[in-house]
């Protein structure tokens, strides 16, 4: 069965500083991986999509994730958070035939 | 020109009653979802429809029932409300059904409050 699994629900981190969500994997075909920021009382956006094109995948607001197949990972990164970061990232996964399923979540805080 | 649009925002009744809440997509897209975001923000797929035809039913009570009266609408009434039913309601539309990559556009969600 497929699943996604964010390791960490909160990560602290203080601007300016690198940002590093991870999040792994359970397929048993080759997925499509999602990342998708909430911001409070909002929906979810997508930040980038992995569809088997390129490992490292770059999205909005400068966040980039590298795909991983040895490692079933795909972790978010951003070189430097800004307080405008704050929010929750999902991580996500569908194959054929399949609905998006999501991971828990992580609460991203950004301190000045 | 709100891609997905859901109404009400914010949805505050008791116990017993139904209620409906609606979604709308301008996106052409040929898929709609409904998602259950739960109090600790877990997501989870209720409903899908891909051209007016139910794909998706997951393990929902029979008190929700999904109703896509076109491609561009997918609205969700659930009767005999329970507090259990609070949360938050994501509606999603995406170009075609799950696994061929295509990302979904997200409502921005209601909330319902049971008392």
């Known amino acids: 069965a497929q699943s996604v699994t964010q390791l960490g629900s909160h990560v602290s981190v203080s601007e300016g500083a690198l940002v590093l969500l991870r999040c792994n994997y359970s397929?048993?075909?080759?997925?499509?991986l999602f990342w998708y920021v909430q911001y409070p009382n909002q929906g979810l956006q997508l930040l980038l999509k992995?569809?088997?094109?390129?490992?490292l995948v770059k999205g909005i607001n400068g966040f980039e994730a590298e795909f991983k197949k040895s490692e079933t990972s795909f972790h978010l990164t951003k070189p430097s958070a800004h307080m405008s970061d704050a929010a929750e990232y999902f991580c996500?996964?569908?194959?054929?035939?399949?609905?998006?399923?999501f991971g828990k979540g992580t609460t991203l805080s950004v301190s000045s | 020109d709100t891609a997905v649009s859901q109404t009400p925002k914010y949805l505050v009744t008791q116990m017993g009653n139904d209620k409906s809440i609606k979604c709308e997509q301008n996106?052409?897209?040929?898929?709609m979802y409904w998602y259950k975001q739960d109090s600790k923000k877990f997501l989870k797929i209720m409903f899908s429809?891909?051209?007016?035809?139910?794909?998706i039913n997951e393990t929902v009570p029979n008190r929700f029932s999904p109703k896509s009266p076109d491609k561009a609408h997918l609205n969700l009434h659930i009767n005999s409300l329970e507090l259990g039913d609070s949360a938050v309601y994501f509606c999603?539309?995406?170009?075609?059904?799950?696994?061929?990559?295509?990302?979904?556009?997200f409502g921005n969600g209601t909330r319902l409050t049971v008392t």
């Open positions: 992995y569809t088997s094109a390129a490992t």
């Open positions: 996106l052409g897209h040929d898929t």
């Open positions: 397929s048993s075909v080759p997925p499509y």
């Open positions: 999603a539309s995406s170009q075609d059904y799950g696994g061929r990559g295509s990302p979904l556009h």
């Open positions: 996500a996964l569908n194959q054929a035939g399949t609905a998006l399923i």
């Open positions: 429809y891909n051209n007016k035809e139910l794909i």
